[in-house]
């Protein structure tokens, strides 16, 4: 069963116990960990799970029993890491794991020992984790102390689970972004204003996993000028992007086909109007053969500029209906 609110809402506890249901998948509704229980109560044969976690009222959160029928699990949390650890102490039989985190310090020692502690049976494991370095100096130095704390027997050598880094140095939030490779997520976001991103692996290679092919979704806002390293990572399946104009250069090389692209969603950087926005908005449409889906999410300020959008909307019968921000 799969189950997609338009809002992020609150889950609504199930009353009645289904004992057929063994796949479930939830979006855009939040579950809350005490809710967990009540959820595996009422289905007992729950096989596949994809939900979105929240925070317990109880500082040491815990599961009452064990779920041994869940064989795949995938969440994503904002939580800690006490939060995750104590879920999967309850999940025993889990052969794939999928698990996206912002702002939850977990470095490659406290993974390894949860998979060992507690998932005998995983074999498939896709992380992505968004850290915030609150000490800026020495950032590189942090970073690989991370990377090395990947780079151990079990991960190289057992099963061979490689993760990246990527950062931009001049971010003043100090955000740091590690995900296992290949990458397994449907999105993607490089917003980078300026500065450039800098990739660190733990694969033998840099140019290991280049293709990031799973990506369906695109969120691009990067229009630096800097020279960064996009040589080791391109798009080749993307169907959707979000796009800030102007874009720099790095687009072209990151997504080097949009044939498969059905829709697109403009945005401008409304602070510093560019002339070249309708010509790269251009260039973006001839690439797109199989576009349907058009949007303006925001679109500086003239009727000419307006004026100009249509004449170049008008040939795919568009007319552009654009929002403006002041």
């Known amino acids: 069963m799969d189950i997609s609110f338009e809002q992020n809402i609150c889950l609504i506890i199930p009353t009645i116990v289904s004992l ?8 855009g509704s939040r579950c809350y960990f005490d809710h967990l229980a009540h959820l595996y109560e009422h289905t007992p044969r729950l096989q596949y799970l994809n939900v979105d976690i929240w925070d317990s009222d109880d500082d040491d959160p815990q599961l009452p029993f064990a779920v041994l029928s869940m064989i795949t699990l995938k969440f994503a949390c904002q939580t800690s890491a006490r939060l995750v650890t104590s879920l999967l102490q309850k999940t025993p039989s889990l052969n794939h794991l999928t698990v996206e985190t912002k702002g939850i310090s977990m470095d ?3 993974w390894e020992l949860t998979i060992v502690n507690y998932l005998p049976k995983l074999k498939v494991f896709q992380l992505k984790m968004q850290l915030e370095f609150i000490n800026h100096d020495n950032m590189e130095q942090q970073i690989e102390q991370l990377l090395d704390s990947y780079r151990s027997q079990f991960w190289l050598k057992e099963h061979k689970w490689f993760v990246q880094c990527y950062w931009n140095p001049e971010d003043d939030a100090g955000s740091v972004y590690l995900h296992t490779l290949p990458y397994g997520f449907d999105d993607f976001d490089l917003n980078i204003h300026d500065g450039s991103l800098v990739f660190k692996s733990t694969t033998p290679r840099d140019d290991d996993y280049c293709s ?3 990506v369906r979704n695109l969120y691009y806002c990067y229009y630096s000028t800097e ?3 996009f040589a080791c990572i391109h798009f080749s399946n993307i169907r959707h992007i979000t796009l800030t104009l102007p874009y720099n250069d790095h687009l072209q090389s990151a997504v080097p086909r949009l044939y498969n692209l059905v829709s697109l969603d403009v945005r401008m950087n409304t602070w510093c109007p560019h002339d070249n926005d309708l010509p790269q908005l251009q260039a973006v449409l001839d690439r797109a053969p199989r576009l349907y ?3 303006f999410g925001s679109w500086a300020s003239s009727a000419s500029q307006t004026k100009q959008a249509n004449k170049l909307l008008n040939p795919l ?6 929002a403006i921000q002041v």
């Open 20 to 27: 057929s249901l063994e796949h479930l998948s939830i979006v």
């Open 108 to 110: 490659g020692q406290l």
């Open 212 to 214: 990031y092919s799973r």
């Open 227 to 229: 020279n960064t390293i």
């Open 293 to 295: 889906s058009l949007k």
């Open 317 to 322: 019968g568009i007319e552009a209906r654009v």
